[in-house]
């Protein structure tokens, strides 16, 4: 790593540091329904959707009736996403004329975007119309953010109300997610891009006649409006199959960067908005601290990793970044971007469950893509997805303070909230699901000699493209190393079915408990409480992380990244 | 002495005789339907079973080497459980001896029953609730009652240990008496209040022995922590199989086994009920009886503690402790007169004068012989004594002034002003006086047993709020409540107020612990989460209760939170110590089993174990031995120290978080060294 890169994450450090406060403070009055500026403009345009779909803006709901606004809402959305794709061809708004979605990739799709996913078998400027990717993905980068985002505030709710069984309306967390924060950020994001370079535009593509003599079709479309809620929403899915990598996406080092910023901001926002809503800020600077702990841990060591070369290129070949080498370990970059900054880069889209990616992960080092699958592995808390990332790390908060709370002799509480035998099942629950259904769809996966043959390589990288491509699905995250062929109809199907469990089957029981919290008193805070505002307890939360989780997929990080490193360096 | 009493040395003291009859405990209880009960252990027991079934299958195509490894690793998963079983025996073992104790003194008994007028005997079993039955002086109780008729001296050591008989009679909080216990003088008549089979004696034996032990709510939620962990793993070594098959390194059954059973917090899941039952003995060995665990964890929980002020904060009794010469008096005149007058005083106030002006002031104590005792009597509220032509009175105040004032005796002018500061110092002002003057003022104020305010601190380090309960004025109460040291006070309360106080603690979110023997304060104790009653109480305060202190001694409720605490401290910190432990068995045993596949896997070998087979065998084997390494950890309790949170968190989890990270690394490499040598390879 160079003066340079460092240079580079610290900037980015800094833009984080100086918006995440203003952000969470903001995003927390925006739940609380504090009355500020933005009422203005917001109010009107959500009192027709709240008169449109007959919401009561003042009815509360319990835990069961938020969890099955929640299902109800996204299986709808799979549904009419699904029947889009499908009839695509003989809709409008289709200058390419592309025919339906076949039904596997539909489906797989469908799921993929409802599910904050946004994992593509497929490239976007080939199968999807316009309508599709407007009317469709789109909406659901927006509204599948705003369901995590709202699950997370929900859980809130539950840590800071006392005896209540209420945790507040979905369908108004849900539209105020998306009138009043993720709606503002993205038109202002989508401008920013577009003044630096990013498409924006309705028209058909350009056919082009290169020196060379070739026909090249520019592709177009509303890029730049779909890139900024791409990131901001933690989605990933983008409008071109070389994502971020893209020069329509992701023009130039300015963007790059400012994508980045836009990945993360959301997600270490709403640890703020958490303090804010408890009221006690330091409760959310100790999550902000544990999340911030493992993405810059993840980011230097990615980024510290690609500015090693690999091996088997020989002694010749200079692959570190010099005055004479320019940009040092190219492999799978962008020269637009570097080695580094694309690996900070990819780093904190595995690490916000988003699928965007400006470089190619299946050709970084064997650890540098290890570091990446790692980031997924430990349940996308670092920061997370915006929402499930906060909902995810308070979850282990609540494990982490069961741990160390018995070690100083109370029944183990958090914020005030016992967390006893109830809370412990549905904590189970969550710490269970995940890796079980990326195991045994990786095990499945690989004992089948159909789905082995999707594999573009075998052996330690091949075992690493499959389990990637499970981890990353059932974390919801969308990244891919590439590498593996997903549109078949097992794997369109299978992974489908991650996505579906690994989303769905966290938010219930999160619901669960944010009800389960909420109709429990609060015990005062004394000297004998467990205190979990403090640095100790951050790196307590990292350690349980990092142990409870991380460990569990040790044995399959070392047949893959870990083998695969020792083999080449051997 | 006691059953209870023998057995009382604090850690762990088992005798041989203990260790045999656990040893074989361990082996009954492997049978899976006892071994359900822990659900870590019963899926070590399946899947060494699984194991060793895989093993013998492929032990004729197997070489020696494998077949050593396979049959060696086997054994040592069965050991595994075993010792599991040991320990869980053994902690058992000590509540056993002291129920075969208990199980002597409810010899059955002969009863007279009063029944339709006529007098039967009949045998204690045969008792129902209602009986009257007339015991007198060296007979044995025959069971559970409360005295409706008569006094007695009763030796209750049976039960408490101690030896000291104590007076029951009938009316009052001293009426109830317990089955087994031997009446030494006297007679009364008892009415039975609790069928045989459900007496106290019943209860004990029961709770001592762990016969009715239930899991506590912490110990629920521990349990579905670990079984999620462990399940967690199953999915981990199931796919793994699969996943290695893909990577050309397909593992035998006996290695993922092996594998799987150090990943699962055994050590925890081993040593856990062990735990329960060694936190219910320590109370036990402090002669307290929680009628159920559920009620030990709450006492670690208590963030309020109602004390009895009387007994509990201060002895029981007000004791002098200064001399106030009034006038002319010198304060050796006034402490001779002091000392005159109370000579003869058998009040505990009396005798405190004594006690004072002896240890204090040197005076000829000789009294003159013509000495003529004055008794207190209501209608002069005063004592004293004639002696040598002088007459010397002590007494209240009011009644002193009154008298001198009658005789014409000197009224010093400051007697008002003393008197009136003592009491708002909490005392209690005791005017001398004589025929010629008023020689001063004796101040008895309730004395604050030494330590108090040190123990009151170190609650507050705990987070916990200490309420002083008084039937005194607000005044006297502040006072006191000043010098013990505690939180908040109670002044005149009523039962009610001592009932509002506990429900508004916990509207507030507090757990309250308090202790009570009176039949008034049975609503209280019931209200109450930890309510400790006296064993010298009424049954309607035993039952209210959910613990009784054999000792009646109300100070201990403080040892019970720190029994509490400790429970659940030393389960969280082996908790956390069996899951650190897991990165040095990943360690250990990962690059083992893809050795043979991936030789360059031997850089992650940091131990330098010597080969795949003793890897693995070595981390199994640990994996067992630290069971038995901890049992005298999980008998005794953590250590624990009255400080604050931050600081109990931050020292377990230096010496069982990082401590369990570092330990396996060192105790594996040291097995291997150990297994090699005796040539696993």
Redesign the interface.
């Given at each position: 790593m160079t003066t340079n890169d460092l240079v580079h994450f610290l900037v980015l450090v800094a833009a984080l540091a100086l918006t995440v406060p203003l952000l969470g403070r903001y995003m927390a009055r925006v739940y609380e329904g504090t009355p500020q500026w933005i009422d203005r403009l917001a109010l009107p345009l959500e009192r027709v959707v709240y008169r449109l779909t007959g919401v009561d803006e003042s009815a509360e709901q319990t835990w069961r009736g938020y969890a099955t606004g929640v299902l109800a809402f996204s299986g709808i959305s799979i549904v009419v996403l699904y029947a889009i794709e499908r009839l695509q061809g003989h809709l409008p708004l289709n200058p390419g004329h592309v025919p339906g979605v076949l039904a596997p990739l539909s489906w797989n799709t469908a799921v993929s975007f409802v599910t904050n996913t946004n994992w593509q078998n497929y490239s976007g400027e080939t199968t999807m119309s316009l309508l599709t990717q407007m009317v469709g993905l789109t909406v659901q980068n927006f509204v599948s953010a705003a369901v995590g985002i709202s699950v997370a505030v929900a859980l809130i709710r539950g840590l800071a109300r006392a005896r209540t069984r209420t945790l507040g309306n979905f369908w108004v967390d849900l539209t105020r997610t998306v009138t009043r924060v993720l709606l503002p950020l993205a038109a202002v994001a989508a401008v920013i891009l577009a003044l630096n370079g990013v498409i924006q535009d309705l028209g058909a593509p350009t056919v082009i006649h290169t020196l060379s003599g070739a026909h090249q079709t520019l592709p177009s479309g509303a890029v730049a409006t779909q890139e900024a809620i791409k990131e901001l929403g933690t989605n990933g899915g983008g409008p071109f199959n070389a994502n971020s990598a893209h020069p329509f996406e992701n023009p130039t080092a300015f963007t790059n960067l400012f994508e980045t910023w836009l990945l993360l901001v959301i997600p270490f926002a709403l640890a703020w908005t958490f303090g804010a809503m408890v009221r006690n800020r330091r409760q959310g600077l100790a999550i902000l601290a544990a999340m911030t702990i493992l993405w810059a841990g993840s980011a230097l060591s990615a980024m510290a990793l690609e500015a090693h070369g690999n091996p088997l290129l020989g002694p010749g070949v200079t692959q570190r970044a010099s005055a004479t080498v320019v940009g040092g370990n190219l492999t799978g970059k962008e020269l637009r971007f570097g080695a580094a900054p694309s690996a900070l880069f990819n780093a904190s889209a595995t690490a916000t469950s988003t699928g965007s990616t400006d470089s190619t992960s299946d050709s970084y080092t064997s650890l540098g893509g290890g570091v990446l699958l790692v980031n997924m592995m430990l349940g996308e808390v670092s920061p997370g997805g915006v929402g499930s990332g906060l909902y995810g790390m308070l979850i282990l908060a609540m494990?982490s303070v069961?741990?160390?709370?018995?070690?100083?002799?109370?029944?183990?509480e958090y914020l005030?909230k016992k967390?006893?035998?109830a809370?412990?099942?549905l904590?189970?629950?969550y710490?269970?699901l995940v890796?079980?259904v990326a195991?045994?769809a990786?095990?499945?996966a690989?004992?089948l000699p159909s789905a082995?043959a999707a594999l573009t390589n075998h052996?330690?990288h091949?075992?690493t493209e499959m389990?990637y491509a499970f981890v990353s699905t059932s974390n919801n995250n969308g990244s891919a190393f590439a590498g593996l062929n997903g549109n078949t109809t097992f794997l369109n199907t299978l992974l489908g079915v991650c996505m579906l469990l690994g989303r769905f089957g966290l938010i219930v029981p999160t619901l669960a408990i944010a009800g389960s919290l909420g109709r429990k008193?609060?015990?005062?805070d004394?000297?004998?409480?467990?205190?979990t505002d403090?640095p100790?307890f951050a790196t307590?939360l990292v350690?349980v992380t990092v142990?409870?989780v991380g460990?569990?997929?040790?044995?399959?990080l070392?047949?893959g990244p870990?083998?695969e490193h020792?083999?080449t360096h051997? | 002495m006691s059953p209870l009493a023998t057995p009382r040395v604090a850690g762990l003291s088992v005798d041989g005789d203990q260790v045999r009859r656990a040893l074989r405990d361990a082996v009954v209880k492997l049978h899976p339907r006892t071994l359900v009960a822990n659900p870590i252990m019963f899926i070590v027991e399946v899947t060494s079973v699984l194991a060793g079934v895989f093993w013998i299958k492929g032990a004729a195509t197997s070489s020696v080497a494998t077949n050593v490894f396979a049959g060696a690793t086997v054994a040592w998963l069965v050991v595994t459980v075993l010792f599991a079983n040991f320990a869980e025996a053994i902690a058992e073992g000590r509540g056993k001896a002291q129920a075969d104790a208990l199980r002597r003194t409810r010899a059955d008994t002969v009863a007279r029953v009063h029944r339709d007028g006529a007098v039967l005997s009949l045998p204690s079993s045969d008792l129902r609730v209602g009986d009257l039955c007339e015991v007198v002086a060296g007979e044995v109780i025959p069971g559970d009652g409360e005295i409706v008729e008569g006094i007695a001296t009763v030796d209750e050591s049976a039960i408490t240990g101690e030896s000291a008989p104590v007076i029951r009679e009938s009316g009052g909080d001293r009426s109830a008496v317990t089955g087994g216990t031997r009446v030494l003088s006297d007679r009364i008549v008892i009415r039975i209040t609790a069928n045989p089979g459900e007496t106290f004696l019943d209860r004990m034996i029961s709770l001592v022995e762990g016969a009715s032990r239930q899991k506590t709510?912490?110990e629920?939620?521990?349990d579905?922590?670990l079984?999620?962990?462990a399940?967690?793993?199953v999915?981990?070594i199931?796919?793994?199989?699969?996943?290695?098959?893909?990577?050309r390194?397909p593992q035998s059954i006996v290695v993922l086994v092996a594998?799987f059973v150090c990943l699962i917090p055994t050590t925890i899941g081993a040593l856990l009920s062990a735990i329960g039952i060694a936190g219910m003995d320590r109370l036990v060995q402090r002669n307290v009886l929680a009628m159920s665990g559920r009620a030990v964890?709450a006492a670690?929980?208590c963030?309020t503690l109602l004390l009895d002020k009387t007994g509990t904060i201060t002895f029981g009794n007000r004791r002098a402790v200064d001399l106030i010469p009034l006038g002319s008096a010198t304060v050796e005149a006034l402490a001779e007169a002091a000392l005159w007058s109370s000579l003869a005083d058998e009040t505990p106030e009396g005798r405190s004068i004594v006690e004072l002006v002896r240890a204090i002031y040197v005076i000829d104590e000789a009294v003159p012989r013509d000495a003529t005792l004055i008794p207190f009597s209501a209608q002069t509220r005063m004592s004293g004594v004639d002696v040598a032509g002088r007459q010397i009175r002590k007494g209240a105040g009011s009644a002193i002034a009154s008298w001198a004032t009658s005789i014409g005796a000197v009224i010093p002018p400051d007697l008002t002003a003393v008197t009136n500061r003592i009491g708002s110092e909490g005392g209690t002002p005791l005017v001398v006086a004589d025929a010629t003057a008023v020689l001063g003022v004796v101040h008895l104020k309730d004395v604050v047993k030494p330590g108090m305010a040190e123990r009151f601190a170190q609650l507050?380090?705990?987070?916990?709020?200490t309420v002083m309960i008084t039937g005194d004025n607000p005044l006297t109460a502040a006072a006191i409540a000043r010098e013990a040291g505690v939180d908040d006070f109670l002044a005149e309360a009523t039962p009610e107020d001592k009932m509002n106080l506990i429900k508004s603690e916990q509207a507030?979110?507090?757990l309250v612990a308090m202790t009570g023997d009176g039949t008034n304060d049975a609503p209280a104790l019931a209200q109450a989460d930890v309510g400790v009653a006296m064993n010298s109480g009424t049954q309607a305060a035993k039952e209210a209760g959910n613990m009784v202190d054999l000792d009646s001694d109300p100070t201990k409720l403080i040892d019970i939170v720190e029994i509490?605490?400790?429970?659940?401290?030393t389960?969280?910190?082996l908790?956390?110590f069996s899951?650190?432990n897991?990165?040095a068995k990943?360690f250990a045993i990962?690059?083992a089993?893809?050795a043979t596949t991936?030789p360059?896997?031997r850089?992650?070998n940091v131990m330098r174990l010597a080969s795949p087979h003793s890897a693995i065998l070595s981390a199994v084997i640990f994996n067992a031995l630290v069971i038995v390494a901890l049992i005298p950890l999980a008998l005794r309790g953590v250590r624990?120290r009255a400080t604050?949170?931050?600081s109990?968190?931050?020292r377990?989890?230096l010496v069982?978080?990082v401590g369990g990270a570092v330990v396996p690394f060192l105790g594996i490499k040291l097995i291997d060294v150990v297994v090699t040598a005796l040539g696993v390879h």
């Open positions: 494990l069961f741990i160390a709370g018995l070690m100083v002799g109370r029944t183990p005030g967390v006893q035998a809370e412990m099942k904590v189970a629950v710490i269970l890796p079980f195991l045994v990786t095990a499945l690989l004992s082995r052996g330690a091949g075992l389990l008193g609060r015990v005062p004394s000297a004998g409480t467990l205190p403090t100790l307590l350690g142990i409870v460990l569990t997929y040790f044995p399959v070392t047949l870990l083998v020792l083999v051997a | 709510p912490n629920i939620a521990l579905i922590l079984a999620g962990l399940l967690v793993f999915v981990v199931v796919t793994l199989q699969p996943i290695a098959g893909y990577a390194a594998l964890e670690g929980d963030s507050r380090a705990m987070g916990i709020r507030g979110g507090h509490g605490k400790q429970l659940l401290i389960r969280g910190s908790t956390t899951i650190t897991d990165i990943f990962v690059p089993m893809f991936y360059q896997l850089t992650l624990f604050g949170a931050s109990i968190l931050r377990n989890l069982y978080g």
